[in-house]
């Protein structure tokens, strides 16, 4: 976690992207994967047919643009 976190400082000092809480930032990332990665193990398809690489290519992009209307 610790890399990510730095890779947004460095982000946020070249100016890419706002200044934020990138410790929990990148917490709330990390929990979302392993959420994911949790639930896909026990679960398998009976909870959700997403599968991995559509979910990290469509959480990428939202953590990159947001949520737009």
């Known amino acids: 976690m610790e890399t990510f976190t730095d890779y947004l400082n460095q982000m946020c000092e070249k100016g890419k992207i ?3 809480d990138f410790k929990k930032l990148a917490l709330t990332v990390f929990s979302a994967t ?3 990665t949790f ?3 026990s ?4 909870l959700t047919d997403v599968e991995k ?3 990290i290519k469509d959480s990428v992009q939202m953590f990159i643009e ?4």
């Not at 679960?43 to 009976?46: H, L, M, T, Y």
């Not at 947001?66 to 209307?69: A, K, R």
Request: proline share 5%; hydrophobic share 25%.
């Open 66 to 69: 947001g949520i737009n209307q």
């Open 18 to 20: 706002p200044e934020k």
């Open 39 to 41: 639930l896909n193990a």
């Open 53 to 55: 690489d559509e979910y």
């Open 34 to 36: 392993f959420g994911y």
């Open 43 to 46: 679960f398998g398809k009976e």
